[in-house]
């Protein structure tokens, strides 16, 4: 693995690169950050060109890119949360241990194979997207799937993939004789019938009881159980699960005996467990033990532009041996609307359209359901759709009609950018501007006014 480094304000340090050939470490010297990449950044105070810098070299956080003071003076408590939400992987000084160098190979050695995990075929094949929150969410699955066996909370809304998710959880569990993935949906449970559902039953333990039977937690033992919309259970069948889940120990219904399982616990909701606590509709107990980890897994709106990755990845499942490409118009009508169902919402919607498809060449805007087309009198919707609201809170806030003005054009060329994947051309396009305009729109707002640099 190679990596980039840069020196910010002052020349490059004899002591530190020589500590980093000494890791085995490939680094390379920039004069400032690429935009591509693995890299260090080395900064002797935090100024507020540096989170800029960060932003930019990290790609909003795509691009593991590590931030390090040359001294501990430099390392400002508000600065450092400034330079993470920037997009910095991680924010130390170069003095604060004995051999920073190998923490950092050490860093760089645990993200590579994450990555290569994340850009692998079982990853890419069953859950498309390349943006940058997208890429965030796999990341931080990947890494507590792969590297440790805590019980895993999947928030998001409905349709994000959970489920996907949670089938990811167990492939890559570590554990080498494995049992089965056992998924219990919260939803369906009868209150009556939670005990033999969750915990098993003995034969005669109740009426209609003729044979013995496992429940959940035995059929997970040894695999991973998934409680797929946990925040739907009843009060009195939450407090049902804390000692399995604690203790890893359980008594079938109508039994005396104290049963052993091991499992891996995976749990989903589309609920805010954190609000539903302060509401008294969940337990606090039962929340802080299945949330040793939290993955948020982002709404198809904070990733629009994965909306044509993800549209050519249900074309090819659905026409693996001749997938058709969509044309322009398509192409602009799936990025404008709002699916309010997430992924599953657009899924629905190329299943159809492909459905629909006739005939070798591109899908066009025939192909889109009769009942699906944007209404042509409703042109301006977009200007009521939250603008005004906007603009009325802009001016409540002081801001300037100039302000306004430039603060929209930076929205829409950004959103357009990231829809286009980083494509100028396209995206000045689109806007109807020349690509030089857009070059220099964006150079203008670049500390260091640079027109060549990449776009992310």
């Known amino acids: 693995m190679e990596i980039w480094h840069c020196f910010l304000g002052r020349q490059p340090r004899a002591d530190i690169l020589n500590a980093l050939d000494e890791t085995g470490l490939l680094h390379r010297a920039c004069e400032s950050p690429p935009s591509k990449g693995p890299g260090i950044i080395f900064f002797d105070e935090i100024t507020n060109q540096l989170p800029e810098v960060l932003r930019a070299a990290s790609c909003r956080g795509a691009e593991r890119v590590i931030a390090i003071a040359l001294s501990r003076s430099a390392m400002k408590p508000a600065g450092i949360w400034r330079l993470l939400n920037a997009g910095a992987s991680d924010v130390f000084a170069w003095d604060h241990s004995l051999d920073p160098a190998q923490e950092i190979a050490a860093r760089f050695e645990r993200w590579k194979k994450v990555d290569e995990i994340v850009r692998s075929p079982l990853v890419r094949g069953n859950l498309a997207g390349q943006s940058a929150t997208w890429i965030r969410s796999l990341r931080k699955l990947v890494e507590v799937a792969s590297f440790t066996d805590s019980s895993v909370l999947l928030t998001g809304e409905s349709g994000t993939g959970k489920e996907l998710f949670a089938q990811l959880v167990h492939t890559l569990d570590p554990r080498a004789s ?33 044979a013995d039977r496992k429940g959940a937690f035995a059929l997970a033992d040894g695999g991973t159980l998934f409680l797929d919309e946990v925040g739907e259970l009843p009060l009195n069948m ?111 919607l190329v299943t159809r359209i492909v459905q629909h498809h006739v005939g070798p060449g591109a899908i066009t805007v025939g192909d889109v359901p009769e009942d699906e087309r944007p209404c042509s009198d409703n042109e301006n919707d977009w200007r009521e759709a939250g603008l005004e609201t906007a603009v009325r809170s802009a ?14 054009g930076e929205l829409a060329e ?19 501007i020349t690509d030089r305009a857009l070059q220099m729109r964006r150079a203008a707002r670049r500390p260091n006014g640079n027109v060549s640099s990449l776009v992310c």
Not at 332 to 346: E, I, W
Not at 395 to 408: D, F, H, T, V, W
Not at 423 to 430: D, G, I, T, V, Y
């Open 178 to 210: 494995k049992g089965s993935l056992v998924v219990c949906d919260c939803t369906t449970i009868a209150p009556e019938l939670s005990g033999s559902e969750f915990f098993g039953h003995e034969r005669g333990a109740f009426t209609g009881a003729v």
């Open 414 to 432: 950004r959103i357009v950018i990231e829809e286009e994947q980083g494509n100028l051309q396209r995206a000045a396009a689109r806007l109807d």
């Open 238 to 348: 939450q407090a049902e699960l804390l000692r399995v889940i604690q203790e890893r120990t359980y008594k079938r219904v109508g039994g005396n005996s104290w049963q052993k399982t091991n499992f891996r616990l995976v749990c989903a909701t589309n609920r805010n467990l954190v609000e539903e606590q302060s509401q008294d509709r969940f337990r606090r107990d039962l929340y802080y033990r299945i949330a040793t980890w939290t993955c948020h897994l982002p709404p198809l709106c904070d990733r629009r532009e994965d909306i044509l990755v993800l549209a050519k990845h249900f074309i090819e499942q659905l026409r693996p041996h001749d997938p058709p490409e969509l044309d322009d118009t398509v192409r602009q009508y799936l990025q404008a609307l709002a699916y309010p169902g997430n992924v599953r919402d657009l899924k629905q």
């Open 395 to 408: 001016i409540a806030s002081g801001a300037s009609l100039k302000e306004i003005e430039r603060s929209a």
